[in-house]
């Protein structure tokens, strides 16, 4: 509240009701501009949001799947393009044959290295679209493996790592 040096009262009480609606037009401004935050930080969540959507609606609509584990595996959809196995994914016991023939999209599939350590059976059968199969390091390496590429018209590429597949049949 200001001082104001006058002998009327009414011109003092005048200048303490500006100050106060001063002070409430501050506060409305001040509400006003943290309503606006607000409704920005949402309106960028929102974005965000929308844009990993997007990422994840382009990844599943052209073929881009991670595998991490067998239920993701089983889980992935048979139409996608591109199939990559994470580093050291896919160890769990019971998962001892990997059948890729049902994805008959497929245009390039990766082993992280380290993954399938007890898959015995792998085929990649069958695949017309397929064109690259990169392998990493240790790989599958269970005694007497079995490797099956056949029927794959476009295969052009494949890129096996050291340490896997160490003892496998043709």
Not at 7 to 36: F, P, Q, W
Not at 65 to 94: G, M, P, V
Not at 140 to 149: A, H
């Amino acid at each position: 509240e200001k001082r104001i040096e006058c002998c009327d009262n009414g011109i003092r009480k005048e200048a303490i009701m500006n100050d106060k609606k001063k002070v409430a037009l501050s506060t409305k401004k001040n509400k006003k501009k943290r309503i606006l935050i607000i409704c920005l930080i949402v309106f960028l969540l929102i974005c965000l949001g929308v844009v990993g959507f997007i990422v994840y609606w382009y990844q599943l609509t052209n073929g881009i799947h991670h595998i991490s584990s067998k239920q993701d595996f089983e889980k992935a959809n048979k139409k996608i393009r591109y199939l990559h196995f994470t580093t050291d994914c896919c160890n769990e016991i019971d998962f001892i044959e990997l059948n890729l023939t049902s994805f008959s999209n497929l245009r390039s599939v990766e082993f992280g290295d380290g993954c399938l350590q007890n898959v015995q059976n792998m085929y990649l059968n069958d695949l017309n679209e397929l064109e690259h199969v990169k392998v990493g390091m240790s790989v599958s390496n269970q005694e007497g493996n079995l490797v099956s590429v056949q029927n794959c018209n476009k295969l052009t590429d494949i890129e096996i790592t050291r340490y896997s597949f160490k003892s496998f049949k043709q």
